[in-house]
């Protein structure tokens, strides 16, 4: 299967730890969490996504802003850069442990963050890079073939 998301959360899933919005938002968010931890690939997605999905009922969910659109086209940008491809809707990731890796480095340096500004998230996601991420829910899982 493939997890359908925004760019912006592709930023967002680096650091998630079980923090959220509302229960319903972080119990969706845990489900997405494992799967993508189990190795299902992301497909890039123009607006609400997998993750927002929990938000979607509320009576005016951020999702739809123009401000998550700044955000989106702003990861867009850094993440598309540091993986060198065009990210847009209906480009595929395989968040192996590599790709996780450098975009856990880029962001703890500060390299993908332009669309974290502004983020009611900001502290605690810097705080959990600065520590290394060892809380995270999304890990990479490392396939291997015996010979």
């Known amino acids: 299967m493939t997890v359908r998301l925004r760019p912006h959360h592709l930023l967002c899933l680096l650091t998630y730890v079980g923090k959220g919005y509302t229960p319903g938002f972080v119990a969706n968010y845990d489900r997405?969490?494992?799967?993508?931890s189990s190795g299902e690939d992301v497909l890039v997605v123009d607006g609400p996504d997998d993750i927002c999905a929990a938000l979607l009922c509320e009576p005016e969910p951020h999702c739809?802003?123009?401000s998550v659109r700044v955000r989106d086209a702003q990861a867009a940008a850094d993440i598309?850069?540091?993986l060198e491809m065009r990210l847009s809707a209906g480009a595929r990731i395989?968040?192996?442990?590599g790709v996780l890796a450098r975009m856990r480095k880029a962001f703890a340096e500060g390299q993908s963050r332009k669309a974290c500004r502004g983020c009611e998230w900001y502290d605690l996601c810097s705080g959990i890079a600065n520590d290394g991420y060892g809380t995270v829910r999304v890990r990479a899982t490392i396939e291997t073939t015996c010979l």
Do not use: E, N, S, V
């Open 80 to 82: 598309g850069d540091l």
């Open 64 to 66: 739809f802003r123009d």
């Open 32 to 36: 997405i969490a494992k799967r993508l």
């Open 94 to 97: 395989d968040l192996h442990p």
